[in-house]
């Protein structure tokens, strides 16, 4: 396993654990320091370029913004993404096609998309439930004059909603709010093989994450969905085309049973507790895909 996989299984296995991504890449990072004290500093644009774990490329930008406690689907009239998997894709995206969408990602009050352009720049968009941070705008900017920095902007979208657009990408302000006007409502689509999964009795979606022949998910009791560290009565669920994903575990893993399912030329990995090996044999078997 080369240390981009191993970053790759982190970030997929711990996306919904940290209040905010950023911390998720410093655990991902320590793990692999470990193993390779050169670091990984240089793959994280290439991450961005792949579509896995780019939500942790771009700066979080100011102090002012809050940690994420993070929300479903924004569109009102889907149903809440803890009813079913895949739940809904959020009522936002890009509509530009020289970015190509690479991932979009939701858990509750909150969903993320993320593009890539030539390989090399990155554009994100977070719609968030809650109240915005000081410095976002009253509504979506209209004139270049209102965007003090270019390359990450941040406004209302209601009472008790926001989005942050930002990107890797040298702009001008005009540039900018060019890009901003082509966010539309259309939600994203990303041709993704998880068509159908039985969640076990008590367990609803605690993160979501939709990449080209990538899916993943951690389900969770709804006491503890979205709390940190993830608690050992959650499941996570992988589908891949990857033929086997490593048995390793960090220190203290709270889901330290890998079991495994070839379906075609994907692989399922279901990881759970010990107290919860066979309900996660169950999930495993009860996966069904769209190709």
Request: proline share 10%.
């Amino acid at each position: 396993m080369t240390d981009l996989d191993e970053l790759r299984r982190a970030l997929r296995a711990q996306e919904s654990l940290a209040p905010d991504p950023v911390d998720v890449l410093a655990a991902a990072t320590r793990r692999i320091r470990r193993r390779r004290t050169a670091g990984v500093a240089a793959v994280t644009l290439t991450v961005a370029a792949l579509g896995a774990g780019a939500v942790v490329v771009l700066g979080r930008g100011p102090a002012t913004v809050p940690p994420a406690t993070l929300a479903s689907s924004p569109a009102e009239t889907q149903p809440p993404a803890t009813e079913k998997v895949p739940p809904a894709a959020p009522a936002i995206s890009l509509e530009d096609r020289s970015w190509e969408l690479l991932m979009w990602s939701s858990r509750p009050h909150y969903a993320a998309l993320h593009y890539g352009q030539a390989r090399q720049y990155a554009f994100e968009i977070d719609v968030r439930d809650g109240a915005a941070p000081a410095g976002a705008l009253a509504t979506k900017p209209s004139a270049a004059g209102q965007l003090p920095n270019p390359k990450s902007v941040m406004w209302r979208d209601g009472p008790d909603r926001w989005i942050w657009a930002r990107t890797t990408k040298p702009v001008t302000a005009g540039e900018m709010l060019a890009l901003l006007a082509k966010i539309g409502t259309t939600p994203p689509v990303v041709a993704s093989p998880l068509k159908f999964v039985q969640l076990p009795g008590g367990q609803q979606v605690g993160s979501f994450t939709s990449e080209p022949e990538t899916n993943t998910v951690v389900l969770c009791p709804g006491d503890v969905l979205g709390k940190a560290p993830l608690d050992s009565r959650c499941f996570s669920l992988t589908v891949s085309l990857t033929s086997h994903f490593a048995d390793s575990s960090f220190p203290e893993d709270p889901l330290p049973v890998h079991q495994y399912r070839k379906l075609g030329a994907y692989t399922v990995e279901v990881n759970s507790s010990l107290a919860n090996r066979q309900a996660a044999s169950t999930l495993l078997n009860s996966v069904q895909l769209n190709r």
